[in-house]
């Protein structure tokens, strides 16, 4: 057996592997309890610390899914951190841009079509 790739047979063709269904159903579940932790966390005033919570529980998510859906769990170790990497620093960028979300509402006037009708 080749020992360079886990997923090899002996004459260097890549195997499937086959996840368990308990461990999908469990993944699920995950992404079902993150999803409800993230329902609720919009009724919790924490200030500025809102989005940044929202945007952690979106990179575990996002992680769940891409380490055991698109099977990134098999592949090199190095690929899976890389994808975790970037989704967090996605989130970091995605939150500093949000940080003048305050700012910059002080100033905007709606248009005329979305004012509030009197």
Same mark, same amino acid.
């Given at each position: 057996?080749?020992? %360079?790739?886990?997923h090899t047979d002996?004459h260097g063709h890549?195997?499937?592997?086959?996840?368990?269904?308990?461990?999908?159903?469990? *993944?699920?579940?995950? $992404?079902? %309890?993150?999803?409800?932790?993230? *329902?609720?966390?919009? +009724?919790?005033?924490?200030? %500025?610390?809102?989005?940044?919570?929202?945007?952690?529980?979106? =990179?575990?998510?996002?992680? $769940? =899914?891409?380490?055991?859906?698109m099977h990134l +769990?098999?592949?090199?170790?190095?690929?899976?951190? =890389?994808?975790?990497?970037?989704? =967090?620093?996605? %989130?970091?960028?995605?939150?500093?841009?949000?940080?003048? *979300?305050?700012?910059?509402? *002080?100033?905007?006037?709606?248009?005329?079509?979305?004012?509030?009708? +009197?």
């Amino acid at each position: 057996m080749n020992m %360079a790739h886990p997923h090899t047979d002996p004459h260097g063709h890549d195997t499937p592997h086959v996840m368990p269904t308990w461990l999908l159903l469990a *993944v699920f579940a995950g $992404l079902i %309890a993150l999803t409800v932790i993230t *329902v609720l966390a919009t +009724r919790v005033q924490l200030g %500025a610390l809102n989005i940044w919570v929202a945007l952690a529980i979106a =990179v575990i998510k996002a992680g $769940l =899914v891409a380490m055991y859906f698109m099977h990134l +769990r098999y592949d090199a170790p190095f690929h899976g951190i =890389v994808m975790i990497i970037a989704f =967090v620093f996605v %989130a970091v960028f995605i939150g500093i841009t949000l940080l003048d *979300v305050t700012e910059y509402k *002080v100033n905007y006037e709606p248009p005329a079509s979305m004012a509030p009708q +009197r």
